[in-house]
């Protein structure tokens, strides 16, 4: 989803991860928390355990609010002079348009299996990746406009890449995580 504000002046056009991941991930957190609070409230004493059921089901109830509720606030803004990108942690991250060197599009397998997902990295001039969309998250007609907004080109890799491929070619792409395999 994006919405676009103008006018005559400065054009932003905001980004939001697709709207779907709400349920898919949390439907199934949900079922995963009940069972918890039935185990709970079988195994405690009927008569004294429920303050224990209660205090769970109150603090189980918070973190999945503030998780829907950080989820509801994460976007990206782009325009001419840059991103502004909002992550599900609250942080609030931005990039210069004159930093950016390159957009570049690449398939990436997921693990262990030939399907692929649609990678969109923003890259600095000194080499390294300062925004990321995952195709996970992002859908492609978001990653279709960030090169236009930005006014960079745009380099698609024709073809498909493993995580390790783009570990050894392109490490500064990557989060700090992805960059060590856990194989070595």
């Given amino acids: 989803m994006s919405t676009a504000v103008g006018g005559d002046g400065l054009r932003v056009t905001t980004l939001r991860p697709r709207r779907t991941l709400g349920w898919s991930i949390g439907l199934?957190?949900?079922?995963?928390?009940?069972?918890?609070?039935?185990?709970?409230?079988?195994?405690?004493?009927?008569?004294?355990?429920?303050?224990?059921?209660?205090?769970?089901?109150?603090?189980m109830t918070a973190l999945l609010a503030a998780s829907w509720i950080a989820y509801q606030r994460t976007q990206a803004s782009l325009s001419v002079y840059g991103i502004v990108e909002r992550g599900f942690f609250g942080g609030t991250y931005t990039v210069a348009a004159r930093d950016v060197a390159t957009v570049?599009?690449?398939?990436?397998?997921?693990?262990?299996?030939?399907?692929?997902?649609?990678?969109?990295?923003?890259?600095?001039?000194?080499?390294?990746?300062?925004?990321?969309?995952?195709?996970?998250?992002?859908?492609?007609?978001?990653?279709?406009?960030?090169?236009?907004?930005?006014?960079?080109?745009?380099?698609?890799?024709?073809?498909?890449?493993?995580?390790?491929?783009?570990?050894?070619?392109?490490?500064?792409?990557?989060?700090?995580?992805?960059?060590?395999s856990l194989s070595r």
Wanted: aromatic share 10%.
């Fill in 104 to 180: 570049l599009r690449v398939q990436l397998y997921r693990g262990n299996s030939l399907d692929t997902s649609q990678e969109l990295f923003v890259v600095s001039r000194t080499g390294r990746g300062v925004f990321r969309m995952r195709g996970r998250f992002w859908n492609t007609a978001s990653m279709d406009r960030v090169a236009g907004i930005l006014g960079a080109e745009e380099i698609v890799r024709p073809e498909p890449v493993t995580l390790a491929e783009l570990r050894r070619t392109d490490p500064k792409l990557l989060y700090w995580f992805e960059r060590r």
């Fill in 28 to 59: 199934p957190v949900v079922a995963l928390v009940l069972p918890l609070l039935a185990v709970e409230l079988w195994l405690l004493d009927p008569t004294g355990g429920w303050p224990i059921v209660a205090s769970t089901a109150v603090v």
